[in-house]
């Protein structure tokens, strides 16, 4: 995935009290031990919550292509849902260059992810439709996972 999924600043911000603590002392007394143990445990703990991140994302792309295999689909339909795991939102224009296809048959294709329940258009335009799949961006978004 390109989007980053170690985010120390969530850490760092879950314990900014101390946080802010260490930085005072290292800038004070030169408590320098204290902080890197401090950054270290964060670098842990969100390493930890990023591979529960990482092993949703496998299973919910493995329900997906279970369902879409399933429902006798085509590969481009299966190489559209696993686009979506790089790109969670995205156009029919978008679709149409993925799958290097016309845009009525991008657009087929979209429908179908949208009837599969794994793809939801935003809003209510009738012309440059987006849509957006939710369960990717829940688990990216969650807290604690695994």
Do not use: C
């Not at 802010?20 to 445990?41: I, K, N, P, T």
């Not at 329900?63 to 590969?75: D, E, F, I, P, Y």
Request: aromatic share 10%; charged share 20%; no cysteine.
């Amino acid at each position: 995935m390109p989007l980053p999924l170690l985010y120390l600043s969530a850490y760092f911000h879950r314990h900014r009290e101390q946080y802010y603590d260490l930085l005072m002392a290292v800038s004070q007394h030169g408590a320098w031990e204290e902080w890197v143990q401090f950054f270290l445990r964060g670098v842990a703990e969100q390493a930890n919550e990023a591979g529960g991140k990482v092993r949703a994302l496998q299973d919910l792309q493995r329900v997906w292509r279970q369902r879409l295999s399933q429902a006798r689909t085509s590969v481009l339909l299966l190489r559209l849902a696993d686009e979506l795991f790089v790109s969670p939102i995205l156009t029919i224009t978008q679709a149409q260059h993925v799958l290097d296809v016309t845009y009525p048959s991008a657009q087929r294709n979209v429908e179908k992810l949208v009837n599969a329940g794994i793809l939801e258009q935003l809003g209510d335009s009738s012309y440059n439709k987006t849509f957006i799949a939710r369960e990717i961006l829940n688990i990216i978004e969650e807290d604690d996972v695994g």
